[in-house]
């Protein structure tokens, strides 16, 4: 098995290899195209789409494309067409010598693995204007199409920037390690976690929502609960997000026909009352039922039977779960409780839940 791996690598390397041999074939076409300024003549607004579109490359490796190009650095070009350096390696050294980096800083870098090169490089850049840095602060939020999503993105200042990486890592620091779970998504649930426990502070048995659920009664029976239903003025939701709102929420909801009226109405209320979740945190001593979790940190109810299967808010049909497990892992990843595990050793089932 060992050799095969060998082989495997070898394999690898030498493909590696290849494509920078390519690359390098591909910059002096790319730094004549450059001169003649050809994304004019397109209509492309730069050289950078001009590139990402007739290679259908994306622009940041149309980027790193055009950089070589115009360094026109014999030593790096005659590396890459040996196969000697790769194409990200031969980009980090292009920026690491614009950044003003001495003959022994680039001898230096020869052992160093990339990451190592861009730290390298940073510190050899000026920081900038950071009045002009923070001026320049801002976070996106966009809905996806359909409103099943959102996309973040933003810049902030070195030191806030810093500050909210070290808050998104100690919350999720204190999440069950996960199959699958990578950095990026307990970060992303980090940031939810915060947001919420900012608006409803610690009180468990606090709605953390006020929503009125609009329903297109045909729609959803016709989709399982897949399409049909939103919260007023918001997104879109599903099976999943429903059920949490049953639990957490204040909710009221209205099932509309298809000419858009009303043919059914509920009264706003608590979907679990205030005295039930008190019962329920109590009888369960004030910690997280699952399996191996010992989290006091903002316990919910949950439906062990869910109310779209016709149950009710009894206590003996709730159980209190951690945020992580609850909004995570059942309402997000779409596990479910195990009915027939211990009441203080609850497990989930393999399968997840369907429509």
């Known amino acids: 098995m060992s050799a095969t791996i060998d082989q495997w690598e070898r394999h690898l390397g030498e493909a590696a290899a290849l494509l920078a041999r390519v690359t390098a074939s591909m910059l002096p076409t790319i730094r004549l195209l450059d001169v003649a300024q050809v994304d004019l003549v397109d209509g492309s ?5 001009w590139l990402a579109s007739r290679l259908d490359i994306e622009r940041s490796a149309a980027r790193t494309l055009l950089a ?16 000697d350096i790769t194409v990200d390696r031969a980009a ?27 730290r390298l490089c940073a510190d050899r850049t000026p920081i900038g204007d950071e009045a002009e840095i923070h001026a320049g602060r801002y976070l996106h939020m966009q809905p996806t199409l359909d409103e099943s999503a ?46 919420e426990e900012w608006l409803t502070g610690e009180n468990p048995g606090h709605a953390t929502v006020t929503a009125e ?45 298809d000419g858009f009226r009303p043919v059914a109405v509920s009264k706003r209320h608590h979907a679990i009352p205030p005295a039930v979740r008190r019962a329920v945190l109590y009888r369960d001593g004030g910690v997280c039922v699952i399996d191996g979790c010992s989290s006091r940190k903002r316990l919910q109810p949950h439906h062990i039977r869910p109310q ?18 609850h909004h995570v892992v059942i309402h997000q990843m779409g596990l479910q409780l195990d009915p027939d595990s211990p009441p203080r050793r609850r497990r989930f089932l393999r399968t997840r839940a369907g429509p």
């Not at 607004?45 to 789409?49: D, F, G, H, L, P």
């Open 308 to 325: 779209a299967a016709g149950a009710d808010h009894r206590s003996d049909n709730l159980v209190s779960l951690c945020w992580y497990h």
């Open 92 to 118: 980090a050294l292009v920026r690491l010598k614009a950044a003003g980096a001495s003959e022994a800083d680039l001898e230096r870098s020869r052992g160093m693995d990339l990451a190592s090169i861009h």
């Open 45 to 49: 607004r730069t050289m950078v789409e």
């Open 150 to 195: 959102y996309k973040l993105w933003g810049l902030l200042t070195g030191v806030d920037g810093r500050t909210v990486e070290k808050a998104l890592d100690t919350r999720s620091d204190g999440f069950p390690n996960h199959p699958g779970l990578t950095a990026a998504n307990a970060r992303a649930d980090a940031l939810t976690s915060i947001c």
């Open 213 to 257: 659920i609009f329903i297109d009664a045909q729609a959803t029976a016709a989709s399982g609960g897949q399409r049909g239903a939103s919260v007023a003025g918001g997104p879109r939701i599903g099976v999943n997000t429903l059920e949490e709102l049953l639990c957490t929420a204040q909710i009221g909801m209205t099932a509309l026909d």
């Open 68 to 83: 070589l190009a115009r360094v026109a650095d014999t030593d790096l070009e005659e590396a890459l067409e040996c196969g």
